[in-house]
Structure formats: structure tokens, C-alpha cells
């Protein structure tokens, strides 16, 4: 008798388990007929379904945003050196001015291109980008005497409503590395103007155009 009731109380459970997990597969059923059409809060923030399915410039121009300023965030927490070696294993490398304080400098080299191009922005609701550094990477010396290699430059960005400070779009990553010049062609460079500077401010320069499809020319550089 005790050996039928344990096999009947296994029983039970057993249904009521198997209960559990049809009822949460009706519930994943029911779930994929909701209906995404509503992409925006009440407040008129981009959602993460649209963030995913439209690209910014759309999302500009449809809620009216308007890029009133930029912010360059390079925390401090970013390693940085000054070696003149080959490749320093820091997130932040710039050596091509004189030593101050890097993280100023880079937000300065980041933040000039971009301010830039506010004029080319309009609409009714003002915005705030920021940039957020993961990694600043240009060429030491040493490097750029020799044989040159990439300028890495990763980083995040979003948009924040300039009265509220509510978060309206991001962060996305954004990865713009690309080819440094070295020995000859290096020199040759810097001999016309095309200094690692002028090259990372044009490269940041034709990114806006080209994220938020702004009618600027660009910089006309190669990249």
C-alpha cells in the first residue's frame, strides 16, 4: 500500500510538472503575436525593438531631434603610457603632442570634428551626444618611423534629451579603425598636412556624416 501510494504521489507531481512547462509554452505561443508596431514610449524614447530595426538618422529626423551638443567621455580608467615602444598594451596611447594630460587631449581631438557639424542638425526636441572611449590607439614614435599599423578606435555612443537628461537612444558600439601610415609614407604624409590628428579628426567627421546622413561634404580624406 505505502509502495502504490509513493507511485501515485510521483504521479501527480510528475502531471503537474508537465502542467508547468506546457503552460510556458502557451505563454512563449502567446508572446509572439504581440504586437511591436508601438516602437516609443510615452515619452518619446526610442525603444530597444527599434534601436534594433531602424537606424539612427531614421529615428532623428522622425522624432525630431535635434543635436544641440556633443560629449566626450574618456574616463579615467583607462591605462595609458608614454613608451616609445612598439605597441603598449594600454586602451589609451596619443604621444603626437606634448605630455599634459592625454584624457583632455583625446577629448578635445574627439570633440572638435563633431561640434562641427551641428549646424546641420535641426528639429524641435534638442539632444545631447555622447561618446564614451573604450579604446583611443594611435601610433607611438617608434612605430610610426617604422612601419605605421591602425589607428584603433572604438567607441560608444548615445543620445540624452538636453532638458530632461532622460536617455532617448544607445549606447551603440562603433568600431572606426583604420590604416596609419609609417616610414616614408608617414613622412610623406606629414610633409602634406595629414598629421595622426587631421587623420582621426576626418575620420570621426565623415563617421557623423555618414551615421546621420547629413548633407556636409566630407573630409575628402582616405581611410
Known amino acids: ?53 531602424t537606424n539612427i538618422a531614421t529615428l532623428v529626423r522622425e522624432r525630431g531631434w535635434r543635436i544641440a551638443d556633443v560629449q566626450v567621455d574618456v574616463p579615467r580608467s583607462l591605462t595609458t603610457s608614454e613608451a616609445n615602444t612598439i605597441k603598449p598594451n594600454v586602451e589609451l596611447l596619443w604621444q603626437d603632442e606634448p605630455r599634459g594630460d592625454r584624457y583632455v587631449q583625446v577629448r578635445t581631438i574627439l570633440e572638435r570634428p563633431l561640434r562641427g557639424l551641428l549646424p546641420e542638425f535641426s528639429g524641435d526636441r534638442d539632444v545631447v551626444l555622447q561618446l564614451r572611449v573604450i579604446r583611443f590607439h594611435a601610433q607611438t614614435p617608434r612605430v610610426r618611423n617604422m612601419f605605421g599599423g591602425a589607428h584603433e578606435l572604438e567607441f560608444t555612443f548615445a543620445l540624452y534629451d538636453a532638458n530632461t537628461g532622460a536617455l532617448v537612444y544607445g549606447p551603440a558600439y562603433r568600431d572606426l579603425t583604420f590604416t596609419a601610415y609609417g616610414g616614408r609614407n608617414a613622412v610623406e604624409a606629414e610633409a602634406r598636412g595629414l598629421t595622426q590628428r587631421v587623420r582621426i579628426e576626418g575620420r570621426f567627421h565623415d563617421w557623423m556624416i555618414s551615421e546621420f546622413q547629413l548633407a556636409a561634404a566630407p573630409s575628402g580624406l582616405t581611410f
Open 1 to 53: 500500500m505505502s509502495r502504490l501510494k509513493t507511485a501515485f504521489g510521483l504521479l501527480v507531481v510528475g502531471m503537474i510538472v508537465t502542467g508547468c512547462v506546457n503552460g510556458a509554452t502557451v505563454s512563449r505561443d502567446a508572446t509572439s503575436n504581440f504586437d511591436s508596431s508601438a516602437f516609443f514610449d510615452a515619452a518619446g524614447n526610442a525603444s530597444a525593438a527599434e534601436q534594433t530595426q
